[in-house]
């Protein structure tokens, strides 16, 4: 008998079955577009791979290590710096930092590439201030066009991933720590390094996880920038030389390097783990003085100048720009697409993941942790990867059914497929988002729940849920953020003569029309902007 | 067990049937259709989709992606695709989609009669709509045009750090490279490309618009970029543009020997195409006199109808050239080999 059943019979007595098949079904639902992808693992090596091998395999993983790794440095720098200096001190403008630098992640890194290479491009912004107060031909051109400005711009936007949690950590019932390490003489740089840091990194790290796959999800963004990576090659590999085989090493190279990582991440970590008190007072914020102050200010303001006013600014002045050229009437068709298919995504997606979650919390089984473990692969692959392994589902699937007598394509081109895609592909962000939730839960109301012979079914809707309101909400918000942002699937799935707000930005940006690329672009901003904040007022109310 | 549905989960099961219910493609299928995948997503297109609506009855239904992704849907489909045209903006993709067996002969005598055969499937499985030519971009200032008349030319020392192209991952660049290759052989295509590495000025990156304005901001000298595109930036209403191109001057190159390299914008008949007939009349519309002219003037490329003469006034001003009449059809076979030489040369 296997491991993980014989552990599972051991624990039968208070196990759930329904609730552990549940879960089992939903990781098959997600998993089963990746599965059928890289089962092509088996598949002999293509005709490409050893020609890319022996060429360009090398700057592939030397720039794909060089962006990724990067950007999960940098965005943890600026996340969890920005995060400490809004929840501990007081400077100007620090309560409205703490809501703002949730906002760069309404910008797709598709976009921020672009906008900033249209910034300090031929003609820019940044060309017309120096010709403000200097010569024509002294005027500096930096070509941004490189993997380390790439990176940059990639933790720019990113960072709130690891700014949110911080925040939530340092703003929680901390004060204790803070305080007891402050009265025996600590110095504040010190508390922070060998008190707080650590109490952090939890989320911190799980944070700069997810900046780290959208990083090697991203093509646009490198592809302008003539970055090549694993990514970029993955495509190059399967659609450009029709080779199946070798884009499949290429994406397990990414899904294996990634798992590394966690395993690297997990040992040196060790036992330390941390879990929240539910007593003790938040850490009361102390006013900055003097040049302290402004340094802080000038920080945040750094953050949210360059990761989000810069952008959503220069695609508003390009908006009023083309405001005559540009085809509005598509544009309310595409934005309410884009909200309805979000918002349902998310719905769906937190929903399936609570259910996913609490089945975690009823077994604590070896099973059910590989269950969520390998549920979130699909996060790891480029979303067109998963799309054509969804292609290959939903196609057999039609065929089944065709051949028990339906008519109609059914399942292809429809957007119900393209939900199935969603979810197996951004699954990974509610989940991870949601555990820390389950865990402030004390178990004691579980067992209190169960001991009164009440189901888990009511457990979990009467019990937890109530608790947990604004956090499901916020959790639901960063799903949406990026099914808002989400391209790769959509653009293949969807069905006949159907726009999203991203689509339109493709269209516009793929035929080298950058300013009318930046209507819909900015659209996405802004709706991605108002849950944004939402959420950001959600989750900072004590 | 009980196991009751939070509402949240009971909405979005009422949210999935009805979002699987919602294809439009199945809502019209009482209605005359053609279904398209297109990589083509132009203004000027959509409106001459609704004037062919107009005109005949048959609604057009678009989906839009890169011509890759939309071969590999295609692919996945199978038998069952309910598309009837592929729209692609070059000609290595038509080749690839044809020798995958995913396409099959059209029956238009309508099309035989007006576009030239160099320039079509030799099994009438795909025809041109539109042409683009690859072209040399030079600095006014700082280069003589009649110093560079060929491609090959740009593979000579003498540009050292003075050349500037996009990626190698562009279907353009490919198409180009499997030209050479065509033309020059094996060893000498090889050679060209090496040599025009070495002279890249920076490393491959940005779209053709980025080319110009990187030589207008003296970047480099010269760059391999789109006629279309060219004219999208002399008529861009971004004043900087305009001026960078207003910098630049164009090559059309091996005017003396083979032509200039062009490609095409084409469309193919799918293999299961459910609605042929329609299909037909609409790669007939498109090369209507009527429809080229909106793709000549709006877009600036070339028409493949004969019968438009009047090319609006950047093309015009461009002037006649020479294009190669190497059959188009005929690149395909080079295109994975052009690729490997990128990958080889270092040109990303």
């Excluded at chain 1, 005559?324 to 769906?348: H, I, R």
């Excluded at chain 2, 009527?290 to 003037?297: F, Y």
């Amino acid at each position: 008998m296997t491991d993980w059943l014989r552990h599972w019979n051991a624990k039968r007595k208070a196990a759930y079955p329904a609730w552990f098949l549940a879960a089992l079904l939903i990781a098959g639902v997600v998993l089963l577009p990746v599965a059928l992808v890289l089962l092509h693992l088996m598949d002999p090596e293509g005709p490409a791979w050893a020609g890319l091998r022996d060429t360009v395999l090398a700057d592939y993983v030397t720039n794909t290590v060089t962006v990724g790794l990067g950007g999960f440095a940098l965005s943890l720098v600026f996340g969890i710096s920005s995060a400490w200096l809004v929840s501990v001190y007081r400077f100007p403008l620090s309560r409205f930092f703490g809501h703002a630098l949730y906002l760069p992640l309404a910008i797709p890194t598709y976009i921020v590439a672009y906008a900033y290479s249209d910034v300090f491009g031929y003609g820019g912004p940044f060309e017309a201030v120096q010709g403000l107060f200097m010569a024509p031909d002294s005027i500096w051109r930096p070509d941004i066009k490189n993997p380390f400005a790439l990176t940059v711009l990639y933790a720019l936007v990113l960072f709130p991933y690891v700014f949110i949690p911080c925040k939530m950590v340092f703003g929680s019932r901390l004060g204790s720590y803070y305080e007891a390490a402050m009265s025996l003489g600590m110095k504040p740089a010190r508390v922070f390094f060998s008190v707080m840091l650590p109490l952090a990194r939890p989320a911190a790290v799980g944070g700069g996880f997810l900046v780290l796959m959208e990083i090697l999800n991203d093509f646009g963004g490198a592809k302008y920038f003539g970055v090549t990576t694993l990514t970029t090659g993955i495509f190059g590999a399967w659609f450009s030389k029709g080779d199946l085989g070798t884009a499949v090493r290429f994406a397990a190279m990414l899904v294996f390097g990634v798992l590394l990582l966690i395993w690297l991440e997990r040992k040196m970590r060790g036992r330390a783990a941390y879990t929240e008190k539910n007593t003790g007072t938040p850490i009361t914020p102390t006013r900055l003085v003097g040049a302290a102050r402004w340094l802080a200010f000038g920080w945040c303001a750094l953050l949210f100048f360059f990761g989000f006013a810069l952008v959503a600014g220069r695609l508003l002045f390009q908006t009023i720009w083309v405001r005559d050229k540009f085809p509005w009437a598509k544009l309310a068709d595409s934005t309410w697409n884009s909200f309805a298919m979000a918002g349902l995504g998310a719905m769906l997606i937190v929903t399936l993941a609570l259910l996913m979650a609490y089945n975690g919390r009823l077994h604590h089984s070896r099973a059910t942790l590989w269950i969520e473990r390998t549920s979130s692969i699909g996060y790891v692959l480029p979303g067109a990867v998963i799309a054509v392994g969804v292609l290959a589902l939903s196609t057999g699937l039609d065929a089944m059914l065709r051949a028990s007598g339906w008519q109609a394509a059914l399942l292809t081109g429809s957007l119900g497929i393209l939900m199935l895609a969603y979810v197996s592909r951004f699954f990974a962000v509610g989940l991870k988002q949601l555990e820390p939730a389950f865990e402030k839960i004390p178990r004691s109301r579980d067992e209190a729940g169960l001991a009164l012979g009440k189901s888990p079914g009511f457990i979990l809707t009467r019990l937890h849920l109530p608790l947990m309101p604004r956090h499901l909400i916020a959790v639901g918000i960063l799903v949406f953020i990026d099914l808002l942002k989400e391209l790769p699937l959509t653009l293949i799935l969807r069905p006949f003569n159907y726009h999203t707000l991203a689509t339109q930005t493709f269209a516009f940006a793929d035929n080298e029309m950058l300013r009318l690329a930046a209507v819909p672009a900015l659209c996405i901003v802004l709706c991605g902007m108002l849950p944004l904040l939402l959420s950001s007022a959600l989750l900072s109310k004590k | 067990m009980k196991f009751s549905l939070p509402l949240i989960s009971k909405f979005s099961l009422l949210a999935i049937l009805w979002a699987s219910c919602a294809s439009p493609a199945r809502e019209a299928e009482k209605e005359q259709v053609v279904n398209l995948y297109s990589h083509r997503h132009y203004e000027s297109d959509q409106r001459l989709y609704d004037l062919f609506t107009q005109q005949t009855g048959i609604k057009v239904n678009v989906v839009e992606a890169s011509a890759d992704e939309v071969v590999k849907r295609l692919e996945a489909e199978g038998a069952n695709s309910p598309a009837d045209l592929i729209i692609t903006a070059d000609v290595g993709r038509l080749t690839r989609a044809k020798d995958s067996g995913l396409l099959q002969p059209f029956a238009s005598t309508v099309a035989d009669g007006i576009v030239n055969p160099e320039l079509a499937d030799p099994d009438k499985m795909w025809y041109p709509i539109t042409v683009r030519a690859r072209v040399i971009a030079y600095s006014k200032e700082r280069v003589k045009p009649e110093s560079i008349t060929r491609f090959e030319d740009l593979a000579d020392p003498r540009w050292a750090k003075k050349v500037l192209a996009r990626s190698s991952s562009n279907v353009y660049n490919q198409s180009l490279v499997a030209s050479v290759l065509a033309h020059l052989g094996q060893e000498d295509g090889e050679k060209w490309v090496n040599g025009m590495v070495a002279n890249f000025a920076r490393e491959p990156k940005g779209n053709d618009r980025d080319q110009v304005k990187d030589i207008a901001a003296g970047v480099g000298d010269l760059a391999l970029v789109n006629t279309y595109y060219m004219g999208l930036l002399a008529n861009s209403d971004d004043p900087a543009e305009r001026e960078a191109y207003e910098k630049v001057g164009i090559i059309f190159p091996n005017q003396t020997d083979r032509g200039a390299h062009i490609n095409i914008s084409g469309v193919g008949l799918t293999k299961h195409a459910p609605n042929k007939d329609n299909a037909t009349k609409l790669l007939e519309f498109l090369l209507s006199p009527e429809a080229q002219i909106v793709l000549v003037q709006e877009n600036y490329e070339y028409p493949v109808n004969g019968k438009v003469n009047d090319l609006g006034p950047f093309l015009m001003g461009l002037g006649e050239f020479v294009p190669d009449t190497y059959p188009l059809s005929k690149f395909g076979s080079y295109m994975n080999e052009a690729t490997d030489l990128c990958n080889r040369a270092g040109w990303q």
